[in-house]
């Protein structure tokens, strides 16, 4: 009982420990509060979810891209009013400022970079939806970033938006004839296409097939009417 009883009396002195040094910690690291700061702790943010991503850990990838917006939206007075609606949903609450264009440039590609990871994530998770949301909001900024191109693309393709699909394929070989991802998506495009096309045939078939038969069947019904109300009298039984 004594060394039990010793044992959890260490524990509880390491628990006490942390819990003490937990503020301390907290205390060396404060929330960034000018720009320069919060747009460094952005690109540590990226940083992290690349290091997430590469360790296919998606989903914490996922929270520290995420997390960028709650930094670098509004930070310029030229688009803080633009961005109040996402400012309010990301948590942000930064006061536009005048910034130098080399700030201005870092909070661009940040935002981008944050838009076409986070769709290039979800594309791992297999969240289409959010892809599309992603890309698109990365093409607002760059219509010819190829990877958001095709990213959504391939979201629209697992979607069973053939047509957006084709539209974004034939987009990333125009911009990157040697993207090497690219002839595969093309082959299953061709192949769901050809699925579609049949399965389209089959029902025509179907409808005009059973229209035809119906006319032939009021044809037939026609004729032997025409047989019985013509000149050959119905044979009756005798009497």
């Not at 260490?10 to 720009?35: D, F, I, S, W, Y």
Request: net charge neutral; proline share 4%.
């Amino acid at each position: 009982f004594a060394w039990a009883f010793a044992w959890g009396s260490a524990k509880l002195a390491m628990a006490e420990m942390v819990a003490e040094a937990a503020p301390a910690a907290r205390a060396k690291t404060p929330m960034p509060q000018t720009p320069e700061e919060k747009i460094a702790h952005a690109e540590g943010l990226k940083a992290a979810g690349n290091e997430f991503f590469k360790g296919g850990e998606w989903s914490k990838a996922c929270q520290q891209y995420t997390r960028i917006f709650a930094f670098v939206n509004g930070l310029d007075t030229d688009d803080l009013m633009a961005e109040m609606p996402h400012i309010a949903a990301m948590g942000g609450g930064a006061q536009g400022q005048e910034l130098s264009d080399q700030m201005k440039d870092r909070v661009w590609e940040l935002k981008l970079s944050a838009n076409a990871n986070l769709a290039m994530a979800f594309l791992k998770r297999e969240k289409y939806a959010k892809v599309l949301m992603f890309a698109t909001r990365a093409l607002d900024m760059d219509p010819n970033h190829v990877k958001s191109i095709f990213r959504r693309a391939q979201a629209q393709l697992r979607l069973g938006d053939l047509d957006g699909a084709k539209a974004g394929f034939d987009r990333v070989a125009e911009l990157d004839p040697e993207n090497k991802a690219l002839p595969k998506e093309r082959r299953r495009l061709r192949e769901m296409l050809k699925r579609h096309n049949e399965k389209e045939k089959r029902k025509y078939q179907r409808i005009f097939g059973g229209a035809k038969s119906e006319a032939n069947g009021d044809a037939e019904g026609e004729t032997n009417d025409e047989a019985n109300d013509g000149g050959v009298p119905e044979t009756k039984s005798p009497s």
